[in-house]
């Protein structure tokens, strides 16, 4: 990657290409629940290297910018496609490809899935992201200033993240998405995602196998995950088991540590309650660490 830029006017023309592509986003019926303006939220100072390069916008603890802006700071060629009927933008440059989506709690780029618990916002007009997440795409150190309530990005030595081919693991992903599957694909994003956090957990997990397949079909204790019996592990996994499996492996925990998962109209609770702690409810299951 080039280096950041210090001087904005030579950007311009790209600013207005951007600006033209992204126009008509308000109309779009996809996006008018998550239609906001930068006057709504507390501006966030950010920094790249010491220098102040943009303003973000804090929406609940979280700072985002617009993918125009974000761009706009770095010297990196980039080419911005808007699709009004989805609302989807998509971000191409040299070995990048992002896909975002108005709505959607998660972003893909290089294939790969990141988390968005606010969700992908249309602020003025425009697709933002939260800062720390936009940041993985080059690798930048990401830090807050609490003295000066900012965000500082360290972008010495930035460069692409590696696309999903080369970072997951394939037998990974191919047990984890269909794991998912089985055991939440009823459920949102969330709850697939909490249930495909219990699996990696267990794999960091010192008492249970090292890795996901063996977790999947550990019987020291019996079967631990009953579709491995009915033959659900083996269905085709849909494609948000798919997504949730791959933002579980980029290492997000939305079920503060846990390794078990119940779903308490169905399953006995009282081991769990009696023995485990609670730590939360998402969809149809209980998590507990």
């Not at 930068?38 to 929406?59: A, C, H, Q, R, W």
């Not at 609940?60 to 125009?68: A, K, P, S, V």
């Not at 933002?128 to 795409?137: C, D, F, H, S, T």
């Not at 692409?160 to 984890?176: C, G, H, K, P, T």
Request: proline share 3%.
């Amino acid at each position: 990657m080039k280096k950041i830029f210090l001087n904005r006017i030579s950007m311009i023309c790209a600013i207005c290409l951007a600006v033209c592509i992204v126009s008509g986003f308000a109309s779009a019926d996809v996006n008018n629940v998550y239609i906001g303006r930068s006057s709504d939220y507390e501006t966030v100072p950010l920094y790249i290297n010491g220098i102040k390069m943009s303003d973000g916008f804090k929406v609940e603890d979280t700072t985002y910018i617009t993918l125009r802006e974000f761009f706009n700071v770095l010297d990196e060629q980039t080419d911005i496609a808007w699709d009004n009927e989805t609302g989807t933008v998509n971000v191409t440059g040299d070995k990048l490809d992002l896909t975002a989506t108005v709505g959607d709690r998660y972003m893909t780029v290089n294939g790969r899935c990141f988390y968005i618990p606010y969700g992908v916002l249309n602020i003025d007009g425009s697709v933002a992201l939260p800062v720390r997440e936009l940041a993985k795409i080059y690798q930048f150190d990401v830090s807050w200033d609490e003295a000066e309530s900012s965000v500082c990005l360290s972008a010495d030595n930035p460069s692409v993240i590696e696309d999903a081919s080369s970072y997951y693991n394939e037998q990974d992903l191919y047990w984890l998405s269909r794991l998912i599957n089985a055991e939440a694909g009823n459920q949102p994003l969330e709850g697939k995602i909490g249930v495909g956090n219990v699996v990696v957990n267990r794999v960091a997990d010192p008492t249970c196998p090292d890795t996901v397949f063996g977790v999947i079909f550990d019987s020291k204790y019996g079967v631990q995950f009953s579709v491995t019996q009915t033959g659900g592990i083996y269905q085709e996994p849909n494609e948000e088991s798919v997504i949730a499996a791959k933002i579980c492996l980029e290492g997000y925990d939305i079920v503060g540590g846990s390794i078990y998962f119940v779903n308490p109209t169905v399953g006995a609770t009282s081991w769990f309650t009696n023995t485990r702690v609670y730590m939360t409810t998402i969809g149809d299951h209980d998590f507990y660490a």
